[in-house]
């Protein structure tokens, strides 16, 4: 059996340290905004909601659902939920998930038959140029490659993977945001603002 590629420890101390920190989170604002547009499309109201992190909904996201319950999932990737929810969503809490298939199958048997799922995930051309530079830069000092940037999944791998966890019509797509940086410091500091280092 393979090791998992993600470290949960890491992870909640990632998210932690993040939050004390005074960075800019363009990012979660970016997503929280693509949600709340995508929702807004959606002409039914949400009576319960599941907000998949342990702080609180962002401002645009919370008009979405009357009651929210907070949930992440802990240390053996399980959600701590009963059923009943009329929508669940994610911002990023799914992105250093190690059984990806198994944490939405979780996320679909918490909703209701007729309940709602929408999520914001980095996709697999994130950081390409930071993996593409790692890599060059360790083939010409040490002769070989190791992974340095998280893995990503591929849009089409997600919209399967929807579908194998039993969502009915599963809809998967790219919104790209392109930021660009004067060094790799810079880029380092949002990252971690982000919570998104190696983890």
């Given at each position: 059996m393979s090791p998992a590629p993600f470290d949960f420890s890491a992870?909640?101390?990632?998210?932690?340290?993040?939050?004390?920190?005074?960075?800019?989170?363009?990012?979660?604002?970016?997503?929280?905004?693509?949600?709340?547009?995508?929702?807004?499309?959606?002409?039914?109201?949400?009576?319960?909601?599941?907000?998949l992190d342990d702080?609180?909904?962002?401002?645009e996201l919370a008009p979405f659902a009357r009651d929210w319950v907070r949930a992440r999932f802990d240390a053996r990737?399980?959600?701590?939920v009963e059923g009943g929810f009329d929508l669940a969503l994610s911002l990023y809490s799914l992105?250093?998930?190690?059984?990806?298939?198994?944490?939405?199958v979780q996320?679909?048997?918490a909703l209701k038959p007729d309940g709602l799922f929408v999520a914001?995930?980095?996709?697999?051309?994130?950081?390409?140029?930071?993996r593409d530079s790692f890599a060059h830069a360790e083939i010409a000092t040490r002769g070989g490659v190791s992974?340095?940037?998280?893995?990503f999944a591929d849009v089409r791998d997600l919209g399967g993977l929807l579908q194998r966890a039993g969502f009915a019509l599963p809809v998967a797509d790219v919104e790209r945001l392109t930021v660009r940086y004067g060094d790799f410091f810079a880029l380092a500091r949002?990252?971690?603002a982000h919570g998104f280092t190696n983890v």
């Open positions: 992870s909640v101390h990632a998210r932690r340290r993040a939050l004390k920190r005074a960075g800019d989170r363009f990012l979660d604002r970016a997503a929280a905004e693509g949600l709340a547009d995508r929702l807004s499309a959606v002409t039914r109201g949400f009576a319960r909601g599941l907000w702080s609180p909904p962002p401002p990737e399980m959600l701590p992105q250093t998930i190690n059984d990806l298939p198994g944490a939405l996320i679909r048997r914001a995930l980095l996709g697999g051309g994130t950081l390409g140029e930071l992974p340095r940037v998280s893995p949002d990252l971690r």
